[in-house]
């Protein structure tokens, strides 16, 4: 069975928990990270000491997109297709997720980590202006194909697709980008999508 470690208020956790859902993988998830800590035991299979982290059959990785890959690749063929061209397609929006994580976190940790005392306007209002211009390259490669992995979904589609519930769920001004809300509206569809990456921002 596969272990995941992780807690699910992570965004990268999310990604793994909601790939196992989706194509019905039998898992048991530890809660790791924040406020459940890490002990010596963890940091060992993650000298990273971060999450999430996996277990299958004795294989020990870490790293979100890694995991995705590894997973997509010998449990959901159809969702990472072994063509290299169609492949890479996919790929490079799992790696532009990394960017994009980073121009959000602002408004999230002020939003959502920081009692409204502490949070500082100024930062909220320059993540989400940066996150609604990386949305309007979003937004453009979707009025092109209906998903991010190409014709149908796959695993293009994860990374971007937990954070892009972040960004309709964060007390932010947002654009209205059209083909970016037919696909959010697309994944919330998705039974895996609602149980794992719908849940409270904590």
Known sequence: MLTIWGRLNSHNVKKVAWLADE??????????????????????????????????????????????????????????????????????WMDWQFGYADTQRGAFINLVRKPPEMRDANAIARSAAACARQMAILNDALSISPWLSGAAFGLGDIPMGVYAHTWFTLAIDRPPFSALADWYARLITRPAYAQQVMIPLT
């Open 23 to 92: 194509i019905g993988l039998d898992y048991v998830r530890h809660d790791v990270g924040g406020q459940f800590g890490m002990d010596a035991a963890y940091c060992a299979l993650n000298p990273n000491a971060l999450i999430p982290t996996i277990e299958d059959d004795g294989f020990v990785l870490w790293e979100s997109n890694a995991i995705l890959r590894y997973l997509g690749a010998r449990y959901a063929p159809a969702l990472w297709p072994a063509d290299p061209a169609a492949r890479a397609m996919a790929d490079r």
